[in-house]
């Protein structure tokens, strides 16, 4: 299986399976003296592990990270950074009825089709399990660009939106959903306990927000920091949309509308009226916020009997019993950062490297 490893000067290789021993990620190209431990990568652990609340599995797992080379008496040497996360709680008996049929929404066709061998406990390399090594490699990414501030939320839940002029950061992780908007959050305890109790399951968006990050980064054509951005997004489990900045949303207005003008501002820098674009242009940062969202289905996983066939081409009825999310899309939200990290981290050591800046 190849196409394990995402970026270009500070690259990440993940591995390991939903039911194997330990899953983990390693970390090339990290600049060496940068201060790091596993205290600092566990609290963006702790964001993401399963068994936090009811409305997210009740997998049981403590996603300890162990950081296994890289780093000397407390610090980053420039050399690979392995990061290990244990698998303590799984149960590969739950997946016994789904060895030879295939799940409709999860990748086990497409697999089967492509090696002739798929792992079924979980999905196996396909689960969202896999993302928990793309948080501790974006933690580790974080420290690359500490100018910039990220943050992100669910903005809408179930086609139900947060609204727009009642958003308050600090209530993000005050509540399970990583919702800003606390009438919101009331809402969609509701709406997610529903689906639970009915065997069903919800979509999300999550919006993300990079502050801080200077004008320059990125490249024109082939390295775009929004085309990058775009593909690191859609490489997350479940997901199946990306926008930047206004997106779809930019289709529907006028040219005049849409123009992010600039005004003159303090030190030469231009100061702008807007940011439909979501901080950048021809592919290069303006130094404005960096605004993505990311749209995640339904979970795949669910109760509710549907048609499907197994490996022997025959009619077969699917319920996918165990333990799963009721929306993904929950537990996406600081893989959504940290994959943000990671591109923002590349391409600051990209533009470093042709500016000398």
């Not at 974080?142 to 609204?163: F, K, M, N, S, W």
């Not at 997350?236 to 949303?249: L, S, T």
């Not at 807007?274 to 592919?283: E, L, R, V």
């Amino acid at each position: 299986m190849s196409w394990n490893t995402f970026g270009r000067v500070l690259r990440f290789t993940t591995w390991g399976e939903s039911h194997g021993p330990a899953l983990g990620a390693v970390v090339d190209g990290c600049p060496p003296g940068l201060a790091i431990s596993e205290d600092f990568i566990q609290p963006f652990m702790d964001a993401r592990k399963p068994g936090t609340s009811r409305f997210t599995t009740q997998r049981r797992e403590d996603d300890i990270v162990r950081i296994l080379s890289g780093v000397f008496e407390g610090r980053t040497t420039g050399t690979p950074i392995a990061l290990h996360i244990e698998n303590t709680d799984q149960r590969s008996k739950d997946y016994s009825q789904i060895a030879r049929a295939y799940r409709p929404g999860h990748a086990d066709y497409a697999y089967d089709a492509k090696y002739g061998i798929r792992d079924y406990r979980g999905g196996g390399r396909s689960s969202a399990r896999e993302t928990a090594a793309r948080v501790a490699a974006g933690a580790v990414a974080r420290l690359v660009i500490p100018e910039v501030t990220i943050t992100a939320y669910v903005c809408e839940l179930g086609g139900d939106r947060i609204d727009a002029g009642n958003i308050d950061h600090a209530e993000i992780a005050k509540n399970p959903f990583f919702c800003p908007d606390p009438a919101a959050a009331k809402r969609w305890e509701e709406k997610v306990d529903a689906a639970r109790k009915a065997g069903s399951s919800l979509g999300a968006v999550v919006e993300c927000v990079a502050t801080g990050v200077p004008a320059g980064w990125g490249a024109p054509i082939y390295a775009k920091l929004d085309s990058d951005l775009a593909a690191a997004m859609m490489s997350i489990n479940a997901v199946k949309g990306v926008e930047i900045g206004d997106g779809f949303d930019a289709a529907r207005l006028t040219g005049e509308e849409n123009a992010d003008r600039m005004r003159p501002g303090k030190d030469g820098m231009p100061e702008y009226a807007s940011n439909h674009a979501g901080g950048t242009a021809g592919g290069i940062s303006t130094g404005q916020p960096v605004v993505c969202r990311v749209a995640f289905k339904p979970t795949s996983s669910i109760l509710t009997p549907v048609e499907s066939i197994n490996s022997a081409g025959e009619a077969v009825e699917v319920v996918t019993r165990g333990r799963h999310d009721p929306c993904v899309g929950l537990r996406g939200t600081p893989v959504v950062e940290a994959m943000m990290a990671l591109v923002l981290a590349d391409h600051k050591l990209l533009h470093r490297g042709q500016t000398g800046r």
